[in-house]
């Protein structure tokens, strides 16, 4: 969830009672509380407007930075955790094509590795 | 239903890459500008959910490229990673890429089945490894107790998405493994890649009666088990379907 969305949702205002306080179209709003739109890529005044109709400071509507791989001025773990927050836990779920392609079960997935690759040749998959 | 302490192991920061590495990572992807697969009716952005905010770099002649930051894991056998150093190759000319496979969590996505979003998908055949593209991936209590210089924080239950197949650089895996694969789950890994690249799924009977009227013109046994033998039938026009028949 972004923090947009989670002060309407703490203060249960809806899009349209804020977007005809800050003079923006409902959609405009609803598209930045869901993240469709990162609010990092319309324009500060945009942002701002919002912000003065919550009465919030601007920063408190900006997502936090996510740390690149291999962002020099972290530790590894500092990136590797501020990773985790982020993205496994991203706040904004998003549709995403599923890979069950049927409900039906799957005699050869309950097989397992040593019944399944009999007859194939040995694949060592325990490298020391 | 696997489990953590059956699915993952802690590396070492100095340990040599392997299959199984589970590592934070910055994935390209090509595309034509403003292309949005698979489709609006998934995400009109065209972004991978693991990381809503894309990084794009513009090609000429209409094309670009998405960055994304996500955690992948690598599916490059462990022998074809040591194979030229076993090969006595030199490191400056080592072949630096990883096929590694993007990691999607629970929290970061809402699937679609491909009936359409309004059909339920359980992750319980996730969980079972039943779809051939995916590779099940059970959440983690306390993450720091595989890797202690890392915050202690769940991780969540997700998957290794095979249709998200991409290279990387050695080096970048190196720079942010997280932990890796437990050998015995590797298994697990090469029997989906076995299944994703060359072994779908038995043939449905449609595609069976499908077949009515075609010449046969290759059939491969594939696998035996018990009295039933598995084959993969070639037919003159070019399609292909696996049927199992039973021996008698």
Redesign the interface.
Known sequence: MTRLASILEARNITYTAVAQHARLQPRTVRQLAT??T?I?NVAVGTVRRIASALSVPLADLLEPD?P???DGSL???A???A???E???????????????R?E??E?????????????PV?????G | MPVAAEVYRPIN?MDEL??GDI????LARTRLAGETP?GD?????G?I?????PALVPLPHGREVAID???ALVVT???EI?RQRNLEVTAEHFDCRLTVAP???E????????GG?GRT??WA??E???????LYLPPIDD?STL?P???P?P??R??A?L?GLTTVSRG?VL??R?CSLT?EY???L??QL??FFT?R??ARHELVEALVGRRVVGAIPL???GDRLRVALTADDGSSVTVEVRAR
């Open positions: 993240g469709e990162p990092d996510l690149f791989p291999g530790s590894r773990g990136r590797l955790s990773a985790i927050r993205v496994m836990w991203s706040a904004t779920p998003v549709p995403y094509p599923s890979p069950v392609e409900d079960p799957d050869i997935a309950s097989l397992d590795g040593e019944d399944f690759f009999t007859d194939m694949i060592d998959a325990r490298r | 920061v392997s299959s590592a934070y990572l910055s698979p009716e998934f995400d009109p952005a972004r959910p693991a990381y809503p905010r930051a996500m955690f056998h462990s022998c040591d990691i999607v969590s929290p970061a996505v809402r699937l679609v089945a491909p979003e998908v359980s055949a996730i079972a490894n039943g779809p051939v593209a995916s993450v890797a210089d890392v915050d924080l991780w969540p997700s998957f998405d249709r970048m720079a942010d997280l050998p590797l298994v697990t090469q029997r076995a299944r072994w799924d038995l696998n035996a088990r």
